[in-house]
């Protein structure tokens, strides 16, 4: 179970989830620019932490300063600004591994990875899967470790990244790769784009009253200043008509729908 643990006092927002039951991993959100989250990935109950796409480097030190927490290195899931800007002071401040696509886009990338490849941040114990998920961009990654999968601009809640460089095809068998992980998977998104998602949704699927539920329940956490993620991949095959669309055509088809809605 998903537990939100909300601190309203905290200099820095902050939104912690523990996994289920039992399980040690702590991630928090850090919110940068208008609707971004950098993801902070504490393995153990130590002081050690590996941050997710940072675009901004100043909320994450201002983070880091405050919960008395230590860098210890850097995921990666595409090239766009808003998920790298922040490396370089990173790395100049805490001199951590960097862990990114191959494509040769992002400055910063230490330890390129691909598809296939497991790797485990030098200071934990938590090893990461590489999934290729192109469509987004063509280099996307995401990376799963058991329970939890970093997913970038590729899936959102309630919707998908928009296609900037990669095909239809492409994005449709990404999104089929990331629902055969287990349905109990968390998923963390780069950014809160929840509500406005399920208003597509319900253009798409108005008669689907799991996704008319969720939304009442998204209005109202929103309301109160909260976030809508991790989501799970149970949520999504649920709610997400992008992550239930049948074929690469019908995918096609609603991603240009969502480009003009």
Sequence with gaps: MVRPLYNPTSVVPLTQFLANEGDVMIISAIPAFDDNYIWAIQPAEDNAVIVVDPGDATPVFEWLA????????????????????GILPLVEAFAVPVYGPHSGHIEGISHPVAAGDTFTVPGSQCEFQVLATPGHTLDHLSYHTPGHVFVGDTLFSAGCGRMFEGTPEQFFHSLQLLAELPDTTNVYSAHEYTLANLTFALAAEPENQKISDYATAVRQKRAQGEITLPSSIALEKEINPFLRATSIQQFAELRRWKDQF
């Design 66 to 85: 405050h919960h008395q927490k230590q860098l210890i290195g850097i995921l990666i899931t595409h090239h766009h600004w808003d998920h790298t800007n």
